[in-house]
Nanobody
């Protein structure tokens, strides 16, 4: 059974940085477009960033463009999210998973982690 495990979350002051990681089990990771979504308390899950299988195409939500960078290492079955200049409104649980690229980017069921908490203090 495929598993995704996110890590790297924590508490950081506004303006700080974090790097999230998502390690996947199984052999299919390298063939999937992958992405990050986030969910703040009381709000629906929202798209953050996505990357195609070859790392030749990336998409970002307008709210994180220029601050966040998504990347992947298929040899390590790992997806990353580098987050710089964090804002308090970035506070959320961040989830990695398989996505369908397009406008909009949509999550695909059955291939998602349990999430990692990011808290940005002002």
């Amino acid at each position: 059974q495929v598993q995704l495990v996110e890590s790297g979350g924590g508490v950081v002051q506004a303006g700080g940085s974090l790097r999230l990681s998502c390690v996947a089990s199984g052999r299919t990771f390298s063939t999937y477009a992958m992405g990050w979504f986030r969910q703040a308390p009381g709000k629906e899950r929202r798209f953050v960033a996505a990357v195609n299988w070859a790392s030749t195409n990336t998409n970002y939500a307008d709210s994180v463009k220029g601050r966040f960078t998504i990347s992947r290492d298929n040899a390590k079955n790992t997806l990353y999210l580098h987050m710089n200049n964090l804002h308090p409104e970035d506070t959320a649980i961040y989830y990695c998973g398989r996505v369908r690229l397009g406008q909009p980017v949509t999550p695909m069921p059955g291939y998602w982690g349990q999430g990692t908490q990011v808290t940005v203090s002002s």
